[in-house]
């Protein structure tokens, strides 16, 4: 168990549906990345967190967004979804402070657009 | 962040040390060496990272060259748990923005 945890494990939907995946970072943590995985591609940064703030933006399409509350856990949407949505999504955590600021991944959570 | 270079792929021997090569000739004076692994589906896993001095923690031994053009990673002893994709990312580490772009990694395969 790396800390971080994702919510849902797996997740099955239909073309033109929105999904929430959730995010809870390892204690301590004040960083959330997340990132996504295709069958064909490799790990894509989508967007980052600090704090409640969003830091950094990757290759995240328009239909998905992204937010980090108070508590600091994190919730990545996805809307109108396409079948090419599916994919494995990382979110990972890191103290995001002065020092190595390694990150720690969770398990993941699988998506299948149908 | 610089770019780095690996082989494709790689396998070794079960107990044998696997050595994983990367290069990052670009790499600037604050950039650090990191590597992850990858096992089949799983969530990427930090495994050690470095600067300019050799590190070595309970998975494995990072050498980095005197010019830090490129480094090694070894697993002393691998076992087919060890079979996985390894990423060497080169960043630096501070600050609230410290994002990890991966590449495509080398795929180490263990025999037994």
């Known amino acids: 168990d790396s800390g971080v945890t994702q919510t849902p494990k797996h997740l099955i939907t239909a073309t033109g549906q929105r999904v929430t995946l959730r995010c809870s970072p390892r204690s301590g943590d004040l960083s959330v990345y997340w990132y996504q995985q295709s069958l064909d591609q490799g790990l894509q940064f989508l967007i980052q967190?600090?704090?409640?703030?969003?830091?950094a933006k990757g290759n995240i399409l328009e239909r998905f967004s992204a937010q980090q509350f108070p508590d600091l856990h994190s919730e990545l949407n996805l809307s109108s979804l396409e079948l090419g949505d599916s994919a494995l999504y990382f979110c990972a955590s890191s103290p995001g402070v002065l020092g190595a600021n390694v990150l720690t991944f969770g398990a993941g959570s699988r998506l299948t657009v149908l | 962040d610089a770019k780095t270079t690996q082989p494709p792929s790689m396998d070794c021997a079960e107990g044998r040390a696997a050595n994983l090569p990367c290069n990052h000739s670009?790499?600037?004076?604050?950039?650090?060496v990191y590597w992850y692994r990858q096992i089949h589906s799983q969530g990427p896993q930090y495994i050690i990272h470095?600067?300019?001095n050799n590190e070595t923690n309970e998975m494995a031994s990072l050498i980095i060259t005197e010019d830090r053009k490129s480094s090694t990673l070894i697993l002393p002893h691998a076992t087919l748990r060890d079979t996985a994709v390894y990423y060497c990312i080169v960043r630096v580490p501070t600050g609230a923005n410290s994002k990890l772009t991966f590449g495509k990694g080398i795929t180490l395969s263990v025999r037994p």
């Open positions: 470095g600067l300019k």
């Open positions: 670009t790499i600037s004076g604050n950039e650090y």
């Open positions: 967190y600090y704090n409640g703030e969003e830091r």
